[in-house]
């Protein structure tokens, strides 16, 4: 696609549910990024995919987080059980290949409101 | 550790004023040095970039950055700002395929 793609933009679910959230990388790019913004504070790298594996999960805050990724392509990110410190935006970004040297696409986010 | 940091987190100025936002980065290693900007509204879109080369690296929409190695820092500065440049402002080290972010600074200008 044209840019990175995320959904939903906005979801709101009371706390103990589970949620996933999906994310369609530009077309092509090998890099997918997951990061959480909390309200007021910077972005926060919770897991990196290359490919369809994950050398770097090492953002994940608790073992309620998990992502995959496959075909290369989509990644779905799921928080069980969530609890209210998980409200945030969840950002994905994609890039084409696994170093730095490459500029990362962000996608729009989504919001997550735990009640 | 790898750590950014922004000592600015909000911003106020008037139009035609100049912008200078810090940066400070730790990282032991050659890094990759990045501006992104988050306008209302709207997602993260890259600034400017450094990879190697001339330190002073020129953005889009009049933005500039110096790559002070000495200092590990990455300021980014405007000669003249506009009401337009009101945004969110992140600078961001990157590694070996790790980008680390600062926790921005909100930039306001005054019309």
């Known amino acids: 696609g044209a840019g990175v793609s995320q959904s939903p933009s906005n979801k709101v679910t009371e706390k103990g549910k589970d949620v996933e959230l999906r994310c369609d990388p530009i077309?092509?790019?090998?890099?997918l990024y997951w990061y959480r913004q909390r309200l007021g504070q910077g972005l926060e790298f919770l897991i990196y995919?290359?490919?369809?594996?994950?050398?770097?999960k090492s953002g994940l805050p608790s073992d309620r987080f998990s992502a995959e990724r496959t075909g290369e392509s989509v990644s779905t990110l799921t928080i069980q059980r969530t609890q209210q410190e998980d409200s945030a935006v969840y950002l994905c970004?994609?890039?084409?290949?696994?170093?730095?040297?490459?500029?990362?696409?962000f996608g729009e986010g989504s919001w997550l409101t735990v009640v | 550790a790898q750590s950014v940091s922004q000592h600015n987190h909000h911003v106020i100025l008037s139009e035609a004023a100049s912008l200078e936002l810090g940066c400070n980065y730790s990282?032991?290693?050659?890094?990759?040095l990045f501006w992104y900007v988050q306008y209302p509204g709207q997602h993260l879109q890259l600034l400017l970039k450094y990879f190697s080369g001339d330190p002073l690296v020129k953005g889009i929409k009049g933005f500039e950055a110096e790559f002070i190695k000495s200092k590990f820092s990455f300021n980014l500065r405007k000669p003249s700002v506009q009401w337009s440049d009101t945004a969110e402002y992140f600078c961001?080290?990157?590694?070996?395929?790790?980008?680390?972010f600062g926790t921005g600074t909100r930039l306001k200008v005054l019309a």
């Open positions: 961001a080290v990157g590694g070996t395929y790790k980008y680390i």
């Open positions: 995919f290359q490919g369809n594996s994950a050398p770097d």
């Open positions: 970004a994609s890039s084409a290949g696994g170093n730095s040297g490459n500029t990362i696409y």
């Open positions: 990282y032991g290693g050659t890094v990759n």
């Open positions: 077309s092509g790019h090998t890099a």
